[in-house]
């Protein structure tokens, strides 16, 4: 039994800041990878951030310098930090957990992010 609950979206003006949390039910290091994603209506769901159970991350580019994906291990819980957020940035972001050798993945139920004036 694997959960993912996101939390942290909202409504924010441009330039502003969120923080997203995932809390995931049992330790987020049996997981090959975290990540979070994105999608907009009418788009296909895209990689925002990924951290391996290793500590490595990487970013879409579009989002490099402005957000940082972390992890709390004792709290079961990965984070993204979203600064400088554009109007582009607003999607419903869901976080993905990954085991990579049956490559088999969850994901929370989204949490809504909305950019705007």
């Known amino acids: 039994q694997v959960q993912l609950v996101e939390s942290g979206g909202g409504l924010v003006q441009p330039g502003g800041s969120l923080r997203l949390s995932c809390v995931v039910s049992?330790?987020?290091?049996?997981?090959?990878?975290m990540g979070w994603y994105r999608q907009t209506p009418g788009k296909e769901r895209e990689l925002v951030a990924r951290?391996?159970?290793?500590?490595?991350?990487t970013y879409a580019d579009s989002v490099k310098c402005r957000f940082t994906i972390s992890r709390d291990n004792a709290k079961n819980t990965v984070y993204l930090q979203m600064n400088s957020l554009k109007p582009e940035d607003a999607a419903v972001y869901y976080c993905?957990?990954?085991?990579?050798?049956?490559?088999?993945?969850?994901w929370g139920q989204g949490t809504q992010v909305t950019v705007s004036s």
């Open positions: 993905n957990a990954r085991f990579d050798v049956t490559s088999v993945e969850f």
């Open positions: 049992g330790s987020i290091l049996r997981f090959n990878a």
């Open positions: 951290i391996r159970s290793g500590g490595t991350t």
